[in-house]
C-alpha cells in the first residue's frame, strides 16, 4: 500500500479510503468484519463512514458494525484512520424531532457522543461534515468543534459535499479563531465522468491545504465494466446504471471507454480508481467493496501505472471542464 498526508496535515493515510455505507444494508457483520480486516493487512488505514449509514430504521447500524469489529482488539482500532460524519436526521422514523439533525452546536455535540457509544471507541481521527448547513453560522459550528478537539473527541475535520466558497468561508472564519485549523479534507463526487469538481470545489481545497476524497469512482458502476458484464455473463445493469445506460449518448461513451482498454489490457474498474490516483489534490478515493474479491480489484488499481496514451484516450472520451476561470472566461 501507498501512503500519503491527509492535505497539509501531519497524518498519514493510505491512497484507497475503505468505505464501510455497504456493511449492514447489503454485507452482513461477519463479512464486514472480514473485508475489514483484510483491508487492514493489506495496508488500508483510513475507513470512513457515516452516523446515518444503515438507513432507514437501521441508522447507526454500520457504526456499530465498525464497533463491534474495534471490540475484538489485535490493535484495530490504534491501526484505523476512523472518519464519520454529521448532518443526517438521526431521529425514530416519521416526523423528525427538532435539532437531530445538521450543524447547530446542540446536534454536533450530540451526535458526537452518540457515534462514539456506536463505534466503541473515545475517539474520532476525522469528524466530517456530512453537508452544508445553510442555517447555522460557521463561528458556531467552530465553537463545537473547539470543545470536542479541547475534550479529546476528535482530532481533525472534514467537509463533504461542500461547494468551493463554502470550503473558503469555513476555513476563513477558522483562521480568525485561533487555535483552530479548520477544514483539511473534502469529500466530493468525482470519477472520470463527473468532473465537475475541477472546476471549483478542488481548486479550493487545493488553496487551503484540504485532501481531497472522491466518492462514487465507479460512478455508480458505469465505470466497472458493465457493458461487459452484460455482454459475457448476461448480468443487466440495474439501478442507476441502467437509467443511464438508456441514453444513447452515454452508453456509446462508456463503450468507447470499455473498448479503449480493452484494447490494452485493462480492467475497467481498477483504471477507474487509478486515474484518480493521477489526479492533483486527489488523497485516495472511497471503496466500498461488497466482497472480499471487490477490495482485491480495488487493491490492484494502487499499483496500476496508467500510460500518457490511455490518460490521453481518458481525457477524450471524458472530457474535464478544463482550468477554472478559463473554462468560462478569458
Not at 82 to 98: D, F, H, I, Q, S
Not at 218 to 232: A, F, P, S, T
Not at 266 to 288: D, F, N, Q, S, Y
Request: net charge negative; glycine share 12%.
Amino acid at each position: 500500500m501507498k501512503y500519503t498526508q491527509l492535505g497539509r496535515t501531519g497524518l498519514k493515510v493510505s491512497r484507497l479510503v475503505l468505505g464501510t455505507m455497504n456493511f449492514g444494508p447489503q454485507t452482513d457483520e461477519g463479512d464486514s468484519h472480514a473485508i475489514m480486516d483484510a483491508a487492514l493487512d493489506a495496508g488500508i488505514n483510513y475507513f470512513d463512514t457515516a452516523n446515518v449509514y444503515g438507513w432507514g430504521e437501521n441508522k447507526g447500524r454500520t457504526e456499530e458494525i465498525i464497533g463491534s469489529w474495534f471490540a475484538r482488539g489485535g490493535d484495530r482500532r490504534e491501526r484505523t484512520v476512523l472518519a464519520t460524519k454529521v448532518y443526517g436526521n438521526m431521529g425514530a422514523e416519521g416526523e423528525p424531532w427538532p435539532n437531530q439533525d445538521k450543524l447547530s452546536a446542540l446536534n454536533i455535540r450530540r451526535a458526537v457522543d452518540a457515534s462514539l457509544k456506536r463505534l466503541q471507541t473515545d475517539y474520532i481521527d476525522i469528524y466530517q461534515f456530512h453537508h452544508v448547513d445553510r442555517s447555522t453560522p460557521f463561528e458556531e459550528i467552530w465553537q463545537a468543534i473547539d470543545v470536542l478537539v479541547q475534550q479529546g473527541k476528535i482530532l481533525y475535520v472534514g467537509s463533504s459535499n461542500f461547494p468551493g466558497y463554502k470550503i473558503a468561508q469555513a476555513n476563513e472564519i477558522a483562521a480568525r479563531r485561533s487555535g483552530t485549523i479548520g477544514l483539511v479534507s473534502e469529500q466530493c463526487l468525482y470519477n472520470l465522468a463527473e468532473r465537475r469538481a475541477e472546476m471549483e470545489v478542488i481548486p479550493a481545497a487545493r488553496e487551503y491545504g484540504l485532501g481531497v476524497i472522491p466518492w462514487s469512482p465507479l460512478n455508480g458502476g458505469l465505470l466497472g465494466g458493465v457493458i461487459r458484464k452484460q455482454v459475457e455473463g448476461g448480468r443487466r445493469a440495474s439501478g442507476r446504471s441502467a437509467d443511464a445506460l438508456a441514453d444513447t449518448a452515454v452508453r456509446d461513451r462508456i463503450q468507447a471507454y470499455e473498448d479503449l482498454l480493452d484494447k490494452h489490457g485493462l480492467e475497467p474498474g481498477e483504471v477507474a480508481l487509478a486515474w484518480l490516483l493521477t489526479r492533483p489534490g486527489v488523497t485516495g478515493p472511497i471503496v466500498g467493496p461488497r466482497t472480499a474479491e471487490q477490495l482485491e480489484s480495488a487493491l490492484r488499481a494502487v499499483e496500476l501505472e496508467l500510460s500518457q496514451e490511455v490518460l490521453d484516450g481518458l481525457d477524450e472520451i471524458f472530457p474535464g471542464p478544463g482550468p477554472s476561470p478559463e473554462a468560462f472566461a478569458w
